[in-house]
């Protein structure tokens, strides 16, 4: 049997670290020497938040040099070799260094940083309106002017928006709120600015990612839980047209008792989508299903479709969708550990 080996593979500025990562750095009281990488961690969102890469790094010789804030820092990781796992690297993107910090004894550098896609004009507040146009036009239009590619669903594309303002807000929490709006993940991932539907499945390129499988004896640890369902019987959302100067609101469900939502919208049409959106997360039932693998899987993503084996028969039955993944290398090997929701589809 070939031994199970996790290797990553990281490069700072263009220039390759990873030799020196995986150097030995002796240790105190006659303990064998050890890697100089203690430990990295990749953590993908869904979307309303940025990726982020966490390093420790072992200095108790003095031998490694601060990184600055604002370098970025390209990470593949995956296998070496071993007899049940898949040799070979998966590139996780481009990091940005936001917070560097040295501590000890023993001494270890951390530094954080964050998707690089997540950075620069991208989070200056705007003021901006939109009328007679789309949601895929609104999108190539912050896309084009943050140097990012549009990817928006043909579904949501071609909604019509009749008037949409930006008003004090940064382009991605904008962006954002038009995913929350339209029940739909918002996120930017390797210099795609993509807008879809939740739990389609699909890659930024438009390719269908493979429904993963995962049985109980590939996991260490799992917590499954079930909570009440929330009571939204409807959600109902005000607009206003400014040009005819009209004004109501439309309801999604019941109108006894039904939500109100704060925001009022520049159109009947974009109202009731924002309150179909709204109704539509409030009726998903509150499952959820952490688990922890035991040989890492970067192949993984958010917005993969999963199913489950060998647990209780309640929860192997429910289509899940991977949420949130978070991949790490250490002492403990290569380690995957997932967050799964309900998929609705």
Not at 241 to 247: L, M, P
């Amino acid at each position: 049997m070939i031994a199970n080996i996790p290797l990553a593979q990281v490069i700072v500025d263009g220039r390759d670290i990873t030799p020196m990562l995986y150097g030995k750095v002796a240790q105190s009281n006659g303990r064998p020497p050890r890697n100089r990488l203690v430990s990295l961690s990749i953590s993908e969102k869904r979307g309303e938040e940025a990726d982020q890469l966490d390093l420790i790094i072992d200095d108790s010789d003095g031998a490694v040099a601060l990184p600055p804030t604002g370098a970025k820092i390209a990470v593949s990781i995956g296998w070496k070799q071993g007899s049940e796992v898949q040799p070979g690297l998966v590139d996780k993107g481009v990091f940005v260094v936001d917070e560097i910090g040295h501590g000890g004894p023993p001494d270890l550098i951390t530094i954080k940083a964050r998707a690089a896609d997540f950075i620069g004009e991208l989070k200056t507040r705007r003021e901006q309106g939109w009328h007679a146009t789309t949601l895929g036009g609104i999108v190539a239009e912050i896309a084009q002017r943050n140097g990012l590619k549009p990817n928006v669903a043909a579904r949501l594309a071609n909604i019509a928006v009749h008037a949409k303002a930006q008003s004090r807000e940064s382009d991605i929490a904008f962006f954002r709120r038009l995913g929350r709006e339209n029940n739909a993940v918002a996120t930017i991932k390797k210099g795609v600015m993509i807008l879809k539907p939740i739990g389609d499945g699909k890659t930024a390129s438009g390719k269908t990612l493979p429904t993963v499988t995962i049985r109980r004896r590939d996991g260490d640890q799992h917590q499954f839980q079930r909570q009440k369902r929330e009571e939204v019987t409807g959600v109902t959302a005000s607009w206003r047209d400014r040009a005819g100067a009209k004004h109501d609101s439309v309801t999604h469900g019941d109108k006894k008792g039904a939500r109100k939502l704060s925001r009022v919208y520049g159109s009947e049409a974009e109202a009731r989508t924002a309150a179909q959106a709204a109704h539509a997360r409030a009726g998903r039932q509150p499952l959820s299903l952490t688990m922890t693998l035991a040989l890492g899987r970067a192949d993984l993503h958010p917005e993969q479709k999963a199913t489950v084996s060998g647990y209780k028969a309640t929860i192997d039955a429910v289509p899940w969708l991977i949420g949130e993944v978070t991949h790490t290398i250490g002492d403990r090997g290569f380690q995957t550990q997932l967050k799964l929701d309900t998929c609705d589809k």
